[in-house]
């Protein structure tokens, strides 16, 4: 199947820079260009670059814009001003995750959407099928926009020389679009790691163009290895991990962008307001490992021998030295304190629940 | 390139032998460990347990992934390198100077049926 897999504008850039390939989400992408840790660490610390052109870009325009968003997103646009973006999950009517994905408001007729790389095809077809009775238009935008996130404490700075914009105006969760050499990019203060930084979308040359110059400014390529790393220690999900069609927001722990109370019906309202009332049967919780083998996702989760549930993404935490995993599992043993143990090959681990935060955010609001 | 040492026995699963008398000291290659990435735990067997040619007796976790441990030879564990609890990294350093394991060999035939240092290298080559 490898020889089907997508080629980013950046690809001959990675290759170029000798980074190790592997298939993401239908593409060929960049694992690491020198080491995880060094790049984590980068971005700790510092300023690192991703290529994150593998995400999907989907515009809805038209009258109904607002409403139609309103419809299929769990999050609350209502009364947003321009410029505004939203994180929060498109789910089927049984309350299952269809994609988690950003909302930027462009204005009340136009919205623009990003979504996870491995689910541009389904969330298409699901976005235009929902859309019957709306009078908007979906445009999928992903074979345009090239994306890469500069991320970390000095990403601001960093970029701002490179592109000679005023990017300190943009304040956290928010967008503007520039003019750059004839073309529209979008420029977001958002990301994917627990650091400060942006999301720069613009034309394959445009993403290609400022990819090089930020090269030649020394700042780090970083693979998506990383990019893992970092979005797990600050209990950020991935769909497929922590999300999937049949996990639920309030099960993956993340009720807090689930707006049961908007002024706007949306598929999965039911459901997810049903299972609030009765209360979540499983739940996404952190678990901390005595010692440092590394729970990986899939592995079980016991209780007195007996399997309670199973880790959804594990690693030992590069920024903190611990072992420590997201883990989907049955109530009452989702108690913050309640001793596990992890099943790693043929031994246990003992470990508690604890927060899935594991490290804490650097976010300049 | 990865560096192959002339006077080491290898398995195709990239761990290396080195055969003083009757024990077996037993580490992966710099191949294997350039492959793996930032190595942060090493899953070893306990002095005393018995291993088996071609069976998984520990296991490597880099930061993405774990990778099982494949023993060259069968035999009793003498010893393994405590150090490695502490700094599994040294492998990155030195794969071939910071040895996973020793084994009492058990049977010294099986060391006839594993690679030389050329072989190995073709092999990486691959």
Same mark, same amino acid.
């Given at each position: 199947?490898?020889?089907?897999?997508?080629?980013?504008?950046?690809?001959?850039?990675?290759?170029?820079?000798?980074?190790?390939?592997?298939?993401?989400?239908?593409? +060929?992408?960049?694992?690491?260009?020198?080491?995880?840790?060094? /790049?984590?660490?980068?971005?700790?610390?510092?300023?690192?670059?991703?290529?994150?052109?593998?995400?999907?870009?989907?515009?809805?325009?038209?009258?109904?814009? *607002?409403?139609?968003?309103? $419809?299929?997103?769990?999050?609350?646009?209502?009364?947003?001003?321009?410029?505004?973006?939203?994180?929060?999950?498109?789910?089927?009517? #049984?309350?299952?995750?269809?994609? +988690?994905?950003?909302?930027?408001?462009?204005? =009340?007729?136009?919205?623009?959407?990003?979504?996870?790389?491995?689910?541009?095809?389904?969330?298409?077809?699901?976005?235009?099928?929902?859309?019957?009775?709306?009078?908007?238009?979906?445009?999928? /935008?992903?074979?345009? *926009?090239?994306?890469?996130?500069?991320?970390?404490?000095?990403?601001?700075?960093?970029?701002?020389?490179?592109?000679?914009?005023?990017?300190?105006?943009?304040?956290?969760?928010?967008?503007?679009?520039?003019?750059?050499?004839? @073309?529209?990019?979008?420029?977001?203060?958002?990301?994917?790691? !627990?650091?400060?930084?942006?999301?720069?979308?613009?034309? $394959?040359?445009?993403?290609?163009?400022?990819? =090089?110059?930020?090269?030649?400014?020394?700042?780090?390529?970083?693979?998506?290895?990383?990019? +893992?790393?970092?979005?797990? /220690?600050?209990?950020?999900?991935? *769909?497929? +991990?922590?999300?999937?069609?049949?996990?639920?927001?309030?099960?993956?722990?993340?009720?807090?962008?689930?707006?049961?109370?908007?002024?706007?019906?949306?598929? !999965?309202?039911?459901?997810?307001?049903?299972?609030?009332? /009765?209360?979540?049967?499983?739940?996404?919780?952190?678990? @901390?490992?005595? !010692?440092?083998?590394?729970?990986?996702?899939?592995?079980?989760?016991?209780?007195?021998?007996?399997?309670?549930?199973?880790?959804?993404?594990?690693?030992?935490?590069?920024?903190?030295?611990?072992?420590?995993?997201?883990?989907?599992?049955?109530?009452?043993?989702?108690?913050?304190?309640?001793?596990?143990?992890?099943?790693?090959?043929?031994?246990?681990?003992?470990?508690?629940?604890?927060?899935?935060?594991? *490290?804490?955010? #650097?976010?300049?609001? | 390139?990865?560096?192959?040492?002339?006077?080491?026995?290898?398995?195709?699963?990239?761990?290396? %032998?080195?055969?003083?008398?009757?024990?077996?000291? %037993?580490?992966?290659?710099?191949?294997?460990?350039?492959?793996?990435?930032?190595? %942060?735990?090493?899953?070893?067997?306990?002095?005393?347990?018995?291993?088996?040619?071609?069976?998984?007796?520990?296991? %490597?976790?880099?930061?993405?992934?774990?990778?099982?441990?494949?023993?060259?030879?069968?035999?009793?564990?003498?010893?393994?390198?405590?150090?490695?609890?502490?700094?599994?990294?040294?492998?990155?350093?030195? &794969?071939? &100077?910071?040895?996973?394991?020793?084994?009492?060999?058990?049977?010294?035939?099986?060391?006839?049926?594993?690679?030389?240092?050329?072989?190995? &290298?073709?092999?990486?080559?691959?």
């Amino acid at each position: 199947m490898e020889e089907n897999l997508i080629k980013t504008c950046l690809h001959d850039r990675h290759v170029a820079q000798g980074a190790l390939m592997s298939p993401f989400g239908g593409f +060929d992408m960049p694992i690491q260009y020198t080491s995880i840790i060094d /790049e984590h660490t980068a971005v700790r610390t510092d300023v690192g670059v991703f290529d994150v052109s593998h995400m999907g870009e989907v515009r809805i325009s038209g009258p109904d814009a *607002y409403k139609y968003v309103s $419809h299929i997103f769990v999050n609350d646009v209502t009364g947003a001003p321009d410029g505004q973006i939203f994180y929060g999950m498109m789910c089927h009517e #049984n309350g299952g995750v269809v994609d +988690d994905l950003l909302v930027y408001k462009v204005n =009340d007729e136009e919205y623009f959407l990003v979504i996870n790389a491995s689910n541009i095809a389904k969330d298409v077809a699901w976005i235009e099928k929902n859309a019957a009775g709306f009078n908007v238009t979906i445009k999928n /935008e992903s074979d345009y *926009y090239g994306e890469v996130a500069v991320q970390g404490p000095k990403a601001e700075e960093m970029l701002m020389r490179i592109l000679n914009l005023p990017l300190n105006e943009i304040a956290f969760y928010n967008f503007k679009t520039f003019d750059i050499d004839g @073309e529209q990019v979008i420029i977001s203060r958002t990301g994917y790691t !627990g650091e400060d930084g942006f999301e720069v979308y613009g034309s $394959h040359d445009f993403t290609r163009r400022l990819w =090089d110059k930020l090269m030649e400014a020394g700042v780090k390529p970083c693979g998506l290895g990383c990019r +893992d790393t970092l979005r797990f /220690e600050v209990g950020l999900p991935l *769909y497929g +991990d922590e999300l999937t069609d049949d996990i639920t927001p309030l099960e993956a722990s993340l009720s807090m962008f689930v707006k049961l109370d908007k002024p706007t019906d949306f598929i !999965g309202r039911e459901a997810l307001a049903k299972q609030k009332e /009765e209360g979540v049967t499983r739940r996404i919780v952190g678990i @901390e490992l005595e !010692g440092k083998a590394v729970p990986r996702h899939g592995y079980p989760v016991e209780v007195d021998g007996k399997v309670v549930g199973e880790i959804t993404t594990g690693y030992n935490s590069i920024s903190t030295g611990k072992s420590v995993a997201m883990a989907m599992i049955e109530k009452p043993y989702t108690k913050l304190g309640t001793p596990v143990e992890v099943r790693i090959r043929k031994k246990t681990f003992p470990g508690v629940v604890v927060k899935k935060r594991f *490290y804490d955010k #650097n976010y300049k609001k | 390139m990865s560096k192959v040492l002339e006077n080491l026995r290898y398995a195709d699963s990239h761990e290396w %032998v080195l055969v003083e008398g009757d024990v077996a000291t %037993v580490g992966i290659t710099d191949y294997a460990q350039h492959a793996l990435g930032n190595i %942060v735990y090493v899953d070893m067997p306990e002095a005393g347990d018995e291993v088996t040619a071609g069976e998984e007796f520990g296991a %490597v976790e880099s930061v993405k992934a774990a990778s099982d441990l494949i023993s060259p030879v069968s035999g009793e564990v003498l010893e393994v390198n405590e150090a490695l609890e502490d700094a599994p990294e040294l492998i990155n350093e030195d &794969a071939f &100077a910071n040895w996973i394991m020793k084994v009492k060999i058990s049977d010294a035939s099986e060391i006839e049926n594993l690679l030389d240092a050329a072989a190995y &290298a073709k092999v990486c080559e691959e």
